[in-house]
């Protein structure tokens, strides 16, 4: 089975709020790729952002760019720490806790929906070694 896992941990973003909605526009995301027979995973990185819909709380980021340092995304009975299985998109009770570099508290936030958008074509990087 070949899958993608986004990594969220260190990645600088754009802030951007409009409405109940956040944009986290993010440049050169690193993607581990696993193909089906495979020895190797491959590492490639690709632009998007992660947009939060319909904001349940209300929040002042006021905050323009930052670094991500640490993410959870609990939804359902899960909780997805620092990096993402692709494609994703979640409907439902969804609460996010962000801790930027230029905030001293974790930032809270609850929404109704959550999707990963990808943008461009990836670019490829490199061979990863097993051990990595």
Known sequence: MSFRIIQLE????QIKENNNNISLLFNAALIKKTMDDAEKKTL???????ELRNIHNKINIDLHKATILDINISYDFYTYKNMLVLPFFKKGDILLSIQFDKIEKILEIECSEIEILLIDNPKYIRHIKKSE
């Open 44 to 50: 490639w990185q690709q632009d998007g952002s992660i």
């Open 10 to 13: 260190h990645l600088n973003i």
